[in-house]
């Protein structure tokens, strides 16, 4: 997972291949993995849970 502030909410878009963002709460300090500055978005791939139960309905079918 990185974190980005607004600037750089793109770039953080092309380094991972399918993001999945989350938007900051403004009570949480993350640090933006490009520039240092306070972040906003939060870029993840899928979650692990969400791929677990995608695999077993697929093995259902
Ligand atoms: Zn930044």
Request: aromatic content about 12%; charged content about 30%; overall charge positive.
């Amino acid at each position: 997972m990185i974190c980005v502030c607004k600037e750089h909410m793109k770039k953080g878009l092309t380094v991972l291949n399918c993001p999945h963002v989350l938007l900051i709460n403004k009570y949480e300090l993350r640090k933006c993995s490009f520039c240092k500055q306070r972040a906003s978005y939060k870029l993840f791939y899928s979650l692990p849970y969400y791929d677990r139960s995608e695999k077993k309905r697929m093995e259902k079918i």
